[in-house]
């Protein structure tokens, strides 16, 4: 197996803010106002498409998802872009590979998939409410709210690597310090 190329981080990060720039001067210029980065809604959505094919009419009365807008929108094609893009990147830098457990996971809790699948679905479910509340994502509060300078984008982006480097630690403490 070749060696897996990554990405520099450095060029990751600009093309991810352009991608961020051509968003907002497209959609102002076809849309009339402008569009920033977000995703979390896109999830909201999706579970109303969902829902709508069992109980269309709880779909159809509930508030949440008349002002959410259940439809497929740009943002939600974002997403599944994302996926795609990961995919296409996987694969074109020779790092597409199976792993149910990463390695840095099974050197602290053991090799067991399914409570790593329970605890990432765990952790999805507490991103996605604290998402809800928020009001937005990372994406949408930190790139986008950075983005325009705005002092609610960097205090969200400090508390986002903030509760990240925390969280890191406390999950993958080593027993006697560090590896």
């Not at 939600?76 to 994302?82: D, S």
């Not at 994406?139 to 205090?155: A, E, I, K, P, R």
Request: charge should be positive.
């Amino acid at each position: 197996m070749t060696k897996p190329v990554s990405w520099r981080p450095y060029i990751a990060g600009v093309l991810a803010g352009l991608l961020a720039i051509v968003s907002v001067w497209v959609s102002t210029g076809v849309l009339g106002k402008p569009k920033y980065l977000g995703a979390s809604t896109t999830f909201v959505r999706a579970a109303g498409l969902l829902e709508r094919t069992v109980v269309p009419d709880h779909v159809a009365e509930n508030e949440y998802y008349q002002a959410k807008k259940v439809r497929v929108d740009w943002q939600f094609m974002m997403v599944l872009g994302i996926a795609l893009g990961a995919f296409i990147a996987a694969k074109a830098g020779n790092d597409l590979h199976k792993e149910w457990v990463p390695p840095i996971w099974s050197d602290r809790f053991g090799g067991d998939g399914r409570l790593r699948a329970v605890a990432a679905f765990g952790g999805g479910l507490v991103a996605m409410f604290g998402a809800r509340m928020a009001g937005g994502c990372p994406s949408g509060h930190g790139m986008s709210g950075l983005m325009q300078l705005s002092v609610s984008g960097f205090l969200a982006m400090a508390g986002f690597f903030g509760g990240g480097v925390l969280v890191a630690n406390l999950v993958y403490r080593t027993k006697g310090g560090a590896k």
